[in-house]
T-cell receptor, first 112, second 115 residues
Framework: GNSVTQMEGPVTLSEEAFLTINCTYT??????LFWYVQYPGEGLQLLLK?????DKGSNKGFEATYRKETTSFHLEKGSVQVSDSAVYFC???????????FGTGTKLQVIP | GAVVSQHPSWVICKSGTSVKIECRSL??????MFWYRQFPKQSLMLMAT?????????EQGVEKDKFLINHASLTLSTLTVTSAHPEDSSFYIC???????????FGPGTRLTVL
C-alpha cells in the first residue's frame, strides 16, 4: 500500500535560517504529492503540490520537487520566518485528491 | 481557500455515552466529505469517505456500527461515536471536497476525550 515517511520533529530554527524537511514515499503507479501545513488551532491547508515527476511545487517561498528516482518530495525554504511555525504534513494521493495518505507531520518552530 | 468548520472543537464524555461531531462546509457545496483520526505523533488515518445522500465507505478496520457517519446535505456531515470508550479518545478531523479531483479542505479538528 501507499505510505509516507517524513522526518520527526520538532525542528527548531532561528529566523532567516534555511529549512529542509525530508519526505519519502512508497506508492504504486504515479501518485500526486502534497505538502500541507497546520497552523495552531486551524485546519490543514494545502501548501503546495506536484503531480508528476520533476514537477516543482512552490508557494509562499516554500518549494518541493517530485523526485521519482529517489521517491522523495523534500520541503525547502531559503529563509524561514516566525510566522512559518506550524506542523507540516507530507502526503500523497494516487487518485486525484481522493484517499490522501499522510506522513506523521513535522513540527517547525522558528525563534526570533 | 474554502472554509470547513467542526463542532465542537473539543469534548469530554463518560465511557458508554455517544458523541456527535459536526463538519460543515461554509462557502461551497461538499459532494464528498472525509473523516480522519489522528493519534498523538501519528499520521492522519482515513476512517471513511461519504458522498452526499449515500452510505459512507469505511476503511478496513473501522467499525461502521461504532462510527456512524451521516452526510444528509451538501454542507453538513456528522460523525457519531457510539458507546465511546477511552480507546476512542483521539483527534478527529474532517475534510470536504466538491468531488472528483477537487481539493480537500480540512476542518480544524475535534479533540475527543473519553473518561
Amino acid at each position: 500500500g501507499n505510505s509516507v515517511t517524513q522526518m520527526e520533529g520538532p525542528v527548531t530554527l532561528s529566523e532567516e535560517a534555511f529549512l529542509t524537511i525530508n519526505c519519502t514515499y512508497t506508492a504504486t503507479g504515479y501518485p500526486s504529492l502534497f505538502w500541507y501545513v497546520q497552523y495552531p488551532g486551524e485546519g490543514l491547508q494545502l501548501l503546495l503540490k506536484a503531480t508528476k515527476a520533476d514537477d516543482k511545487g512552490s508557494n509562499k517561498g516554500f518549494e518541493a520537487t517530485y523526485r521519482k528516482e529517489t521517491t522523495s518530495f523534500h520541503l525547502e525554504k531559503g529563509s524561514v520566518q516566525v510566522s512559518d511555525s506550524a506542523v507540516y504534513f507530507c502526503a500523497l494521493s494516487s487518485g486525484g485528491y481522493q484517499k490522501v495518505t499522510f506522513g506523521t507531520g513535522t513540527k517547525l518552530q522558528v525563534i526570533p | 481557500g474554502a472554509v470547513v468548520s467542526q463542532h465542537p472543537s473539543w469534548v469530554i464524555c463518560k465511557s458508554g455515552t455517544s458523541v456527535k461531531i459536526e463538519c460543515r462546509s461554509l462557502d461551497f457545496q461538499a459532494t464528498t466529505m472525509f473523516w480522519y483520526r489522528q493519534f498523538p505523533k501519528q499520521s492522519l488515518m482515513l476512517m471513511a469517505t461519504s458522498n452526499e445522500g449515500s452510505k459512507a465507505t469505511y476503511e478496513q478496520g473501522v467499525e461502521k456500527d461504532k462510527f456512524l457517519i451521516n452526510h444528509a446535505s451538501l454542507t453538513l456531515s456528522t460523525l457519531t461515536v457510539t458507546s465511546a470508550h477511552p480507546e476512542d479518545s483521539s483527534f478527529y478531523i474532517c475534510s470536504a471536497s466538491a468531488g472528483g479531483f477537487n481539493e480537500q479542505f480540512f476542518g480544524p479538528g475535534t479533540r475527543l476525550t473519553v473518561l
